[in-house]
């Protein structure tokens, strides 16, 4: 796979490459100055304007590049976790009928570089950037190649005005893309982008502990009751065997925020808190016991991974946010060299 | 694996059972929120639904710009429950069959497949893909004032793979799972 990633970026970034040279050939001739005026000052202003258009323009082909990998290929962590449920499931079930679909539609989105579900959802942009990062013009840009994207059918026209119901066409809008930076210590740009399907952000849910039904306590144990009824809630109606990404704490906004984070770590990772550890392994292991299974036709896998993490609160409150991901669990990301070309792969 | 070859009737549906798993064969039609709302409300359908499926689905439809001819890209299910309010009406008033859609619906619905001789079929969520590949070809499309999503698309499938989840004799998986899953909840939680 890494092989064909590869000479596909290598074939856009050639193409890419031809262009740009077309477009700061032409430039000289609209400038109105005289020709020999040109010719003196022209290499060194030139060799500038080449080099910021240049690595501007392999900005835009690197975003669009992940926006379709990101949405026809599922990163290698979740496929395995996928056949590994395909091969506990009983077979001649449904629970199997199901895996066995999706193993299929997984393959040909892949084979096909198309959409794996037609809704490819909230766009998710996370940003790790160094110090003296220009935000503002790399949110101009993201826009630009989520409209790109959007135009080569990567993306479904997914962003609807709340008000007017008017769809712009373009999935940009107030809130649309969806994008966050994080200043880090390391000289490089590191893109991440996750698309969540409508479907299971519905089922998504946050709970304020003590929770008096389910005589859930401001512990780890109530934590654990409120995810159980979660998960129990949403049955197959997220497109199971989802993922959970959670926030213990935190106010409502940042815990919801935090939960989405939280998708974004490796499944096979391990949580470097020991309690938390414990706690994921064992929230996967007891909602597979639940029965409820692919698509809610009941069998072994409820869940294919719960990662949570955890945020300071006041003393007034205890919220849990849980973020429900589907199979379809569409991640990537990408960290950019000094010219804005893919240098590597993250997932 | 069973096969429901079209044109399809209600004496066929009935002799499904929760559980099975289908291979639809032959014309379906699209139908989602705006569509059931406006059948709800009355107006006449553009095309016969009696003996019909309907599909909840708002597929990606791209148009050949030279030919004319449309061409399906994604066509999973979307989420039924939405049209809880209205479906058990729109099988008594206009005989159709079945409906292929994703996530399972309530007993009001489930009433309606008992009452009225339908199923509900549970298509994949999410499998896109595998889906449009069973999409022979789109014959007709009506009410495209509703925008694309919307529209009533006329579809010819083969093999098209769904489990019945709600049966015509007041069965339902999404109660039994429902049912079974919390009783397990419990012990989980004791």
Same mark, same amino acid.
């Given at each position: 796979?890494?092989?064909?990633?590869?000479?596909?970026?290598?074939?856009?970034?050639?193409?890419?490459?031809?262009?740009?040279?077309?477009?700061?050939?032409?430039?000289?001739?609209?400038?109105?100055?005289?020709?020999?005026?040109?010719?003196?000052?022209?290499?060194?202003?030139?060799?500038?304007?080449?080099?910021?258009? %240049?690595?501007?323009?392999?900005?835009?082909?690197?975003?669009?590049?992940?926006?379709?990998?990101?949405?026809?290929?599922?990163?290698?962590?979740?496929?395995?976790?996928?056949?590994?449920?395909?091969?506990?499931?009983?077979?001649?079930?449904?629970?199997?009928?199901?895996?066995?679909?999706?193993?299929? %539609?997984?393959?040909?989105?892949?084979?096909?570089?198309?959409?794996?579900?037609?809704?490819?959802?909230?766009?998710?942009?996370? #940003?790790?950037?160094?110090?003296?990062?220009?935000?503002?013009? !790399?949110?101009?840009?993201?826009?630009?190649?989520?409209?790109?994207?959007?135009?080569?059918?990567?993306?479904?026209?997914?962003?609807?005005?709340?008000?007017?119901?008017?769809?712009?066409?373009?999935?940009?809008?107030?809130?649309?893309?969806?994008?966050?930076?994080?200043?880090?210590?390391?000289?490089?740009?590191?893109?991440?982008?996750?698309l969540k399907g409508g479907g299971c952000e519905n089922v998504g849910a946050q709970y304020s502990l003590p929770e008096t039904r389910m005589e859930a306590g401001r512990d780890l144990n109530g934590v654990r009751k409120v995810i159980l009824d979660?998960?129990?809630?949403?049955?197959?109606?997220?497109?199971?065997?989802?993922?959970?990404?959670?926030? #213990?704490?935190?106010?409502?906004?940042?815990?919801?925020?935090?939960?989405?984070?939280?998708?974004?770590?490796?499944?096979?990772?391990? %949580?470097?808190?020991?309690?938390?550890?414990?706690?994921?392994?064992?929230?996967?292991?007891?909602?597979?016991?639940?029965? #409820?299974?692919?698509?809610? !036709?009941g069998g072994k896998t409820t869940l294919l991974g719960c990662k949570i993490g955890v945020l300071n609160r006041l003393p007034a409150?205890?919220?849990?946010?849980?973020?429900?991901?589907?199979?379809? !669990?569409?991640?990537?990301?990408?960290?950019?060299?000094?010219?804005?070309? #893919?240098?590597?792969?993250?997932? | 694996?069973?096969?429901?070859?079209?044109?399809?009737?209600?004496?066929?549906?009935?002799?499904?059972?929760? /559980?099975?798993?289908?291979?639809?064969?032959?014309?379906? &039609?699209?139908?989602?929120?705006?569509?059931?709302?406006?059948?709800?409300?009355?107006?006449?359908?553009?095309?016969?639904?009696?003996?019909?499926?309907? *599909?909840?689905?708002?597929?990606?439809?791209?148009?050949?710009?030279?030919?004319?001819?449309?061409?399906?890209?994604?066509?999973?299910?979307?989420?039924?429950?939405?049209?809880?309010? *209205?479906?058990?009406?729109?099988?008594?008033?206009?005989?159709?069959?079945?409906?292929? /859609?994703? /996530? /399972?619906?309530?007993?009001?619905?489930?009433?309606?497949?008992?009452?009225?001789?339908?199923? *509900? &079929?549970?298509?994949?969520?999410?499998?896109?893909?595998?889906?449009?590949?069973?999409?022979?070809?789109?014959?007709?499309? *009506?009410?495209?004032?509703?925008?694309?999503?919307?529209?009533?698309?006329?579809?010819?499938?083969?093999?098209?793979?769904?489990?019945?989840?709600?049966?015509?004799?007041?069965?339902?998986?999404?109660?039994?799972?429902?049912?079974?899953?919390?009783?397990?909840?419990?012990?989980?939680?004791?």
């Amino acid at each position: 796979m890494a092989v064909k990633k590869k000479s596909a970026i290598k074939k856009t970034a050639k193409k890419a490459a031809k262009k740009t040279v077309k477009k700061v050939t032409k430039k000289p001739v609209k400038t109105t100055a005289p020709k020999k005026n040109i010719k003196k000052t022209a290499p060194k202003a030139k060799k500038a304007v080449a080099k910021a258009v %240049n690595t501007q323009k392999s900005l835009e082909v690197s975003l669009i590049e992940l926006i379709k990998q990101t949405s026809a290929v599922l990163p290698d962590d979740v496929q395995k976790v996928i056949l590994e449920a395909l091969e506990r499931e009983e077979k001649n079930t449904t629970a199997e009928y199901a895996m066995n679909i999706i193993k299929a %539609n997984i393959e040909l989105a892949k084979k096909k570089s198309q959409p794996l579900c037609q809704d490819t959802g909230t766009i998710l942009f996370y #940003i790790d950037h160094p110090v003296n990062f220009d935000q503002n013009k !790399f949110t101009a840009q993201i826009k630009k190649a989520v409209v790109k994207a959007t135009e080569l059918g990567y993306l479904r026209q997914n962003s609807v005005d709340s008000l007017t119901g008017e769809n712009s066409g373009m999935n940009v809008g107030p809130g649309h893309p969806s994008i966050h930076y994080h200043q880090h210590n390391k000289k490089t740009v590191e893109v991440k982008l996750m698309l969540k399907g409508g479907g299971c952000e519905n089922v998504g849910a946050q709970y304020s502990l003590p929770e008096t039904r389910m005589e859930a306590g401001r512990d780890l144990n109530g934590v654990r009751k409120v995810i159980l009824d979660a998960v129990h809630k949403a049955q197959g109606k997220g497109c199971g065997p989802g993922v959970l990404g959670i926030c #213990i704490g935190g106010d409502r906004g940042a815990g919801y925020i935090e939960s989405k984070e939280q998708l974004l770590r490796k499944l096979d990772d391990k %949580n470097s808190i020991p309690e938390l550890a414990l706690l994921e392994q064992e929230i996967v292991e007891t909602s597979n016991k639940l029965g #409820i299974g692919p698509m809610g !036709f009941g069998g072994k896998t409820t869940l294919l991974g719960c990662k949570i993490g955890v945020l300071n609160r006041l003393p007034a409150s205890f919220f849990v946010s849980i973020s429900y991901m589907c199979w379809a !669990f569409r991640r990537q990301g990408v960290e950019l060299g000094s010219n804005n070309q #893919i240098k590597k792969w993250l997932y | 694996m069973k096969k429901l070859d079209y044109p399809f009737s209600h004496e066929a549906v009935r002799e499904l059972k929760v /559980g099975d798993m289908v291979l639809i064969s032959g014309k379906i &039609f699209t139908g989602r929120d705006a569509v059931h709302k406006r059948l709800h409300d009355g107006v006449k359908p553009p095309v016969d639904l009696n003996n019909q499926i309907i *599909y909840h689905c708002g597929p990606v439809i791209l148009q050949d710009k030279k030919t004319k001819e449309y061409k399906v890209t994604a066509a999973g299910p979307t989420t039924s429950i939405r049209e809880e309010p *209205y479906q058990a009406d729109v099988m008594k008033d206009y005989g159709i069959v079945g409906v292929i /859609g994703k /996530g /399972g619906m309530g007993p009001k619905t489930l009433q309606g497949c008992k009452d009225y001789g339908c199923v *509900y &079929f549970h298509a994949i969520g999410g499998a896109a893909q595998v889906l449009a590949e069973k999409i022979n070809s789109v014959d007709a499309v *009506y009410w495209q004032d509703l925008g694309s999503p919307e529209a009533i698309w006329e579809l010819s499938v083969t093999d098209f793979p769904v489990v019945v989840t709600m049966d015509a004799h007041g069965n339902s998986l999404h109660a039994k799972v429902q049912a079974s899953s919390e009783a397990e909840l419990k012990k989980a939680l004791e």
